[in-house]
Nanobody, 115 residues
């Protein structure tokens, strides 16, 4: 299983970013996918998850209405569209899945929201 995130950057408050996660090594269309984030000196937190079909999504209260998770099962990709970014969204963002009872993580991508 391999998860590779991309798209992190430095962005001003109020700006937008789209994170991508390329997945391989498992049956992507059968797996729930998640985005987590970890800010400095804080616990890793679940940001959003999406069902295997993409028909069901859920978000942390802190990002509801601003972030959108989506997936393309034909391309084995999951995305996180982040709008109206705030300084408190600054963190390393990780793609995650559980497959065959094992937990898998990408290497993370840094998002910094600052003026």
């Amino acid at each position: 299983v391999q998860l590779v995130e991309s798209g992190g950057a430095l962005v001003q408050p109020g700006g937008s970013l789209r994170l991508s996660c390329a997945a391989s090594g498992f049956t992507f269309s059968r797996s729930v996918m998640r985005w987590y984030r970890q800010a400095p000196e804080k616990e890793r937190e679940l940001v959003a998850h999406i069902s295997n079909s993409g028909g069901s999504t859920n978000y942390a209260d802190s990002v509801k209405g601003r972030f959108t998770i989506s997936r393309d099962n034909a391309k084995n990709m999951v995305y996180l569209q982040m709008n109206s970014l705030k300084p408190e969204d600054t963190a390393v963002y990780y793609c995650n899945t559980v497959w065959m009872f094992s937990n898998y993580w990408g290497q993370g991508t840094q998002v910094t929201v600052s003026s």
